[in-house]
């Protein structure tokens, strides 16, 4: 069965750090781009970063760019997002999904076929 399982969420201080794990299964996931979302509160779901099948190119949105990486274990099908510097902005429900294959060309927020249930990150004082 297809499947994508998202943890490592919780309560943080603004300033810590989160590592999300996103683990596969059913599916080898370096066949696939993955990408990470998040939806907070009274807000649309929004395109985080994701990472290529194929050299591991990686996008970001600019709100996190330079604070969160991702990455990707292939022998353990499992993809990170470190999130670090964590403002009170960056609280939502975070999911990972499945996306198309892209190789070389990278990876896009769009076209996600399969998605976790997500983990919820909430950044407070």
């Known amino acids: 069965q297809l499947q994508l399982v998202e943890s490592g969420g919780g309560l943080v201080q603004p300033g810590g750090s989160l590592r999300l794990s996103c683990a596969a299964s059913?599916?080898?996931?370096?066949?696939?781009?993955i990408g990470w979302f998040r939806q907070a509160p009274g807000k649309e779901r929004e395109g985080v970063s994701c990472?290529?099948?194929?050299?591991?190119?990686?996008n970001y949105a600019d709100s996190v760019k330079g604070r969160f990486t991702i990455s990707r274990d292939n022998a353990q099908n499992t993809v990170y997002l470190q999130m670090n510097s964590l403002k009170p902005e960056d609280t939502a429900v975070y999911y990972c999904?499945?996306?198309?294959?892209?190789?070389?060309?990278?990876?896009?927020?769009?076209?996600?076929?399969?998605w976790g249930k997500g983990t919820l990150v909430t950044v407070s004082s």
């Open positions: 059913g599916f080898t996931l370096d066949s696939y781009a």
């Open positions: 999904a499945r996306g198309p294959p892209y190789g070389s060309r990278g990876c896009y927020f769009d076209g996600m076929d399969y």
């Open positions: 990472i290529s099948n194929i050299g591991g190119k990686t």
